[in-house]
């Protein structure tokens, strides 16, 4: 099952730098995603979302961009710190049918941000 | 910050036997899951409860599998006899009311998991 799709199992940043996570899609009926921080032993804990009726949204150091006609988003965290440092999920859901909406994930980047 | 609870933290058990995963979702959310993530794979759906039944299930929720809202904290996950490749990370999730108006949906807040290991 690929229909999210996280290509960059890793990635490393200077701290004060930019992060940019990204997450591909290919199942058009999708319509809200989100990013989830998970460190080890712990749950995904909830980050930011967006619908499809928006192209970005914004909290924080936080903000994502959609991109519906590439079926694209990015998560950006600006400035990164070392507390950053974690497995980032992109998940995915969709009404797609019955009336709760199952998350799709993707299988994460693992962000280290270097002192 | 109101969060899910999951007991136990991890849980080893024969392989035939009988488990029961528990969950305390946040108190005033309606919509509650379970999700799976075996280790190196993907965080994979299980199956998602509302209004005291079942709303969807993924092909992995099969006959082994039941949910349960015993009382109006709890919401379990039991497997009937265990198999070896029942061995996963088992993800509690809540949310509150998904759709009111045009667009909202709320995000799904997890647990901190139940490590379930099969011998």
């Known amino acids: 099952d690929q229909q999210v799709k996280q290509n960059s199992p890793s990635l490393s940043v200077q701290e004060g730098r930019i992060s940019i996570l990204n997450c591909d899609y290919t199942n058009s009926m999708f319509d809200y995603f989100l990013w989830y921080k998970k460190y080890p032993a712990e749950g995904p804990t909830f980050l930011i979302s967006i619908s499809s009726i928006k192209d970005k949204n914004e909290d924080g150091r936080f903000t994502v961009f959609l991109n519906k006609s590439a079926k694209h988003l990015s998560l950006h965290i600006v400035p990164s710190q070392p507390g950053d440092s974690a497995v980032y999920f992109c998940a995915a859901s969709g009404d797609l049918s019955g009336s709760a909406r199952q998350l799709t994930f993707g299988s994460g980047t693992q962000l280290t941000v270097l002192p | 910050e109101p969060e899910v609870t999951q007991t136990p933290s991890h849980q080893v058990t024969q392989m035939g036997q009988e488990v029961i995963l528990r969950c305390v979702p946040i108190?005033?959310?309606?919509?509650f899951y379970w999700y799976r993530q075996i280790l190196g794979q993907k965080v994979e759906f299980l199956v998602s409860?509302?209004?005291?039944?079942?709303?969807?299930k993924s092909e992995i929720f099969d006959d082994q599998f039941s949910v349960e809202r015993p009382d109006g904290s709890n919401f379990t996950l039991k497997i009937r006899s265990t198999k070896l490749e029942d061995s996963a990370m088992y993800f509690c999730?809540?949310?509150?009311?998904?759709?009111?108006?045009?667009?909202?949906?709320?995000?799904?807040?997890f647990g901190d998991g139940t490590r379930l290991s099969i011998l």
């Open positions: 108190s005033n959310h309606l919509y």
């Open positions: 409860f509302y209004n005291n039944e079942i709303s969807e």
């Open positions: 999730a809540s949310s509150e009311a998904l759709r009111t108006g045009v667009f909202l949906v709320q995000p799904q807040h």
